[in-house]
């Protein structure tokens, strides 16, 4: 899942134009460094960390003497001893094994319940992720949204309420300590109180499809004063060109797994050649076929039919193979002005005739 963040920024969704430094793995293995209240999730950690070793050791230490002391030194040579049964050893070799996996089972049981059991403050802050193949869009506690990258408050719980529009994803948080299956058409939820100010790595950790380890997202824990200037909430389309830029940067995060910009097939179409710069400077969409409703038809790409293919993708389906199965996802919560930013994007790339 790290080789994510050397790739190719144009085909990487979720690109962050500065991602979060790479994952360091602390000592013995573990996790990278805290940085939320979750301590229980490394003292399990350890402790099963431990008692492997200890019986591994143990164990492969028995077999070692035993092959020694009591191998055959004659080929008719009798067997040392005839017992076949022990029942004070097997009850020690049950029992033993038992308590220990109890203790772990209660251990990691209560650290399970601690992250479910959504607390008061945490219920106040509450934010929307939203997976889909192969994204995150987040929804924050004022109804804003950002896609790729999420800010939250240090020193002050956040929960997320999780659903997934396509399927079982998982929301990921190494450093956070927090892990939670996102599963289609049910209601999951989880918590955490941020305790330093960073940026750290979000993934999805369970198979979801070909680019499954691009789905990648960042955290951002920043300050209440810089919380407070809302830096989700920056988008500039004062002009075509920082329109196109916006775009583009989105494109990066929602986009780039399924379509190229220089014409090499994807899971879905290439945004290359959508449109013909005119001499004047305006645009002209190309001719496309597609399917409504199973019939063939030919229409000419305009705004109108890109947001439409954005919001209800399903509505016209472009008839080439292998485009011809559909299966897009609906982006339906994207801001007009984001759309406009992406449709500015697309002409960006247009070729002069």
């Not at 400077?281 to 063939?296: I, N, S």
């Not at 000419?300 to 199965?325: C, F, G, H, Q």
């Not at 559909?326 to 697309?346: L, T, V």
């Amino acid at each position: 899942m790290f080789a994510l963040l050397t790739q190719d920024p144009a085909r990487t969704p979720g690109h962050i134009e500065n991602p979060a430094p790479p994952l360091a793995v602390a000592a013995y293995g573990q996790l990278p460094k805290l940085a939320s209240t979750f301590d229980h999730v490394d003292g399990l950690f350890y402790f099963t960390y431990i008692v492997c070793i200890f019986f591994f050791v143990v164990i492969v230490g028995v077999i070692a003497v035993s092959v020694v002391l009591y191998r055959r030194k004659t080929w008719d040579q009798p067997a040392l001893s005839n017992v076949t049964h022990n029942t004070p050893l097997e009850v020690v070799w049950t029992v033993i094994p038992l308590i220990i996996v109890m203790v772990m089972f209660a251990w990691g049981f209560k650290g399970s319940l601690d992250m479910t059991n959504v607390p008061e403050a945490a219920s106040r802050n509450l934010y929307k992720a939203t997976a889909k193949q192969w994204n995150w869009a987040f929804t924050y506690p004022n109804g804003q949204q950002s896609f790729g990258e999420v800010w939250v408050e240090v020193d002050k719980p956040v929960a997320f309420a999780l659903e997934s529009t396509d399927v079982l994803h998982a929301f990921y948080l190494p450093q956070m300590r927090v892990k939670r299956d996102v599963i289609p058409g049910r209601s999951q939820v989880v918590w955490f109180e941020p305790k330093e100010v960073g940026d750290y790595h979000l993934f999805c950790a369970e198979y979801c499809g070909n680019d499954h380890s691009k789905m990648y997202a960042q955290l951002h824990v920043v300050s209440a004063e810089e919380f407070a200037k809302k830096p989700w909430d920056k988008w500039d389309d004062s002009t075509p060109a920082a329109a196109a830029k916006s775009g583009e940067s989105l494109y990066k995060q929602l986009c780039a797994s399924c379509h190229s910009v220089n014409g090499i097939p994807g899971v879905g179409p290439s945004w290359k050649g959508l449109f013909t710069k005119n001499a004047d400077g305006t645009f002209t969409g190309r001719q496309r076929e597609v399917l409504v409703g199973g019939q063939k038809q030919t229409i000419t790409i305009d705004d109108a039919y890109i947001i439409e293919s954005i919001k209800t993708p399903m509505a016209k389906i472009v008839a080439e193979e292998p485009y011809n199965r559909g299966g897009m996802s609906a982006f339906d919560n994207i801001e007009d002005r984001k759309i406009a930013g992406m449709i500015q994007y697309m002409k960006s790339l247009a070729e002069a005739k």
